[in-house]
């Protein structure tokens, strides 16, 4: 299910505008590439396989929604995303993440997608199964639950027979579940103990992911180490939820699932490679030292195209979208190798954020700064609200914090805005005013000394 993809890219950048604002060049770039994944599934079947994703390399200082554009554009296309750093691997022969466990990594998070999606589907005759599991211990005859529960009979022979509730019965006591009415109850139910015997293996280590993994499957198949049967007793509305995860769990086709999974990460996956630029620069030294220009090689048949060993099967990676990003300060684009170079050909500057756009950053976006500290008020009965002046100062603090200290972008407002509201947010639980307005006088009088002091602002904001 890939129905966004269909969007146009302007219908693209406008849902992007929705949380990010600014960098219109870089939204451009990520709406084509990816309307450019529907356009090749209209190509001919012999030209189909060898249109290549054209890989985006995002250039700019940090904060400034570089990995907000790749996030946001992979839940729009409902597609598997993973975001992972280029500084936390290594290359091959030392001790260090490998670099195909990226693809790994997207394959577990298609698995997430589609099982959810899969859950969701059969969701309603899951609600249904479980109501008949747990409307049959109901009727079962327990001295501590709900009264009324009819009693067994026992034969001459010494079977034991249970009458069966009149059909109004049940009906009564499905509407009385439904409705609520027995949520605390308690009841002793049967479930799955899907506690797995052997928590981790070979402990926090990398470069073994896939050989626990393998590991932890193969144990599984064991008679002895597969799912057992347990008692628990917990209220009715407890037991509902767990067995309608339960019920869910059956219904749903894992067969379906993995097939699926693996064929959405190879022609509909997203990678955000974070931080390429630190593995920038600097030539192979002499002695132990890791290279980058080694965990560039080895990031490079990933990103041209590769077949990739996955427990789900083999994941061919040339249709995959790869996203790089980094601040390049110190190195460039030209210091990458010409090969990896090569294979991100459309390369985007984001523009540093100054006082107008921390203005429309705490405004515009459906998830805006102020927006949320007025939600978290509201949790106190408090109703918060900011001026427009007060706004425009705080913009204006955050800018003037990043020209003096390091230019962390957009996440300057958060520091600003706690420094702003941290009164606040420790004495809303005994304040008598349910009204708080922060105006410009407000934002002055507690911001200005912080940033008044150059040795409090360094830390501070």
Same mark, same amino acid.
């Given at each position: ?97 490998d670099v195909e466990s990226i693809i790994r990594d997207l394959v577990e998070n298609a698995i997430s997608v589609l099982r959810e999606e899969q859950r969701e589907r059969v969701a309603a005759r899951a609600k249904v199964a479980a109501e008949d599991r747990l409307l049959a211990v109901l009727f079962k005859p327990q001295p501590d639950l709900t009264p009324g529960i009819r009693p067994f009979l026992v034969s001459s022979q010494g079977t034991v ?118 593995i920038a620069g600097q030539r192979a030294a002499q002695g132990p030292d890791v290279s980058r220009e080694g965990v560039q090689r080895d990031l490079l048949p990933i990103v041209e195209g590769s077949t990739v060993n996955t427990k789900y099967g083999p994941v061919k990676t040339d249709h995959i979208l790869f996203i790089a990003a980094g601040a390049f300060h110190v190195s460039q684009v030209s210091d990458l190798i010409p090969e990896l170079q ?24 459906? !998830?805006?700064?102020? $927006?949320?500290?007025?939600?978290? @008020?509201? %949790?106190?009965?408090?109703? *918060? +609200? /900011? ?19 390091? !230019?962390?972008?957009? $996440?300057?407002?958060?520091?600003? @805005?706690? %420094?702003?509201?941290?009164? *606040? +947010? /420790? ?35």
């Amino acid at each position: 299910m890939n129905a966004p993809i269909g969007f146009t890219p302007r219908e693209i950048v406008s849902e992007l505008d929705r949380y990010i604002v600014g960098q219109a060049k870089a939204k451009r770039a990520v709406a084509v590439a990816l309307r450019n994944r529907w356009r090749r599934q209209s190509a001919p079947p012999e030209l189909r396989d060898e249109i290549m994703p054209k890989n985006i390399i995002m250039i700019g200082p940090t904060g400034v929604g570089k990995t907000e554009i790749a996030r946001r554009l992979a839940k729009l296309a409902q597609a598997p995303f993973v975001k992972v750093e280029a500084s936390k691997f290594t290359e091959v022969g030392y001790v260090g993440r490998d670099v195909e466990s990226i693809i790994r990594d997207l394959v577990e998070n298609a698995i997430s997608v589609l099982r959810e999606e899969q859950r969701e589907r059969v969701a309603a005759r899951a609600k249904v199964a479980a109501e008949d599991r747990l409307l049959a211990v109901l009727f079962k005859p327990q001295p501590d639950l709900t009264p009324g529960i009819r009693p067994f009979l026992v034969s001459s022979q010494g079977t034991v027979q249970r009458p069966e509730a009149p059909p109004r019965d049940q009906e009564q006591l499905r509407a009385d579940l439904r409705a609520g009415k027995l949520d605390d109850s308690q009841v002793e139910i049967e479930v799955s103990d899907t506690q797995h015997p052997l928590v981790s293996i070979f402990g926090s280590g990398h470069g073994m992911e896939e050989m626990e993994s393998q590991l932890k499957d193969m144990l599984g198949q064991l008679p002895g180490m597969r799912a057992k049967k347990q008692t628990r007793r917990m209220s009715v509305k407890d037991a509902r939820r767990v067995l309608e995860e339960e019920e869910a769990q059956k219904l749903i086709d894992m067969d379906a699932v993995r097939r699926d999974a693996v064929s959405r990460t190879e022609q509909s996956g997203i990678v955000f490679l974070d931080e390429i630029d630190k593995i920038a620069g600097q030539r192979a030294a002499q002695g132990p030292d890791v290279s980058r220009e080694g965990v560039q090689r080895d990031l490079l048949p990933i990103v041209e195209g590769s077949t990739v060993n996955t427990k789900y099967g083999p994941v061919k990676t040339d249709h995959i979208l790869f996203i790089a990003a980094g601040a390049f300060h110190v190195s460039q684009v030209s210091d990458l190798i010409p090969e990896l170079q090569g294979r991100f050909p459309i390369r985007v500057e984001l523009e540093a954020l100054e006082t107008k756009d921390f203005v429309r950053i705490l405004k515009e976006p459906k !998830n805006a700064l102020t $927006r949320q500290y007025e939600a978290l @008020m509201a %949790a106190e009965s408090i109703e *918060l +609200s /900011f001026t427009d002046a007060a706004i425009d100062a705080i913009a204006e603090f955050a800018a003037q914090a990043n020209r003096r200290a390091e !230019n962390i972008g957009a $996440r300057r407002l958060h520091t600003v @805005m706690e %420094a702003l509201l941290e009164d *606040l +947010s /420790f004495d809303a639980p005994e304040r008598s005013e349910r009204r708080v307005v922060i105006d410009v006088e407000e934002v002055r009088k507690t911001l200005s000394p912080i940033l008044a002091d150059e040795d409090l602002a360094r830390f501070i904001l």
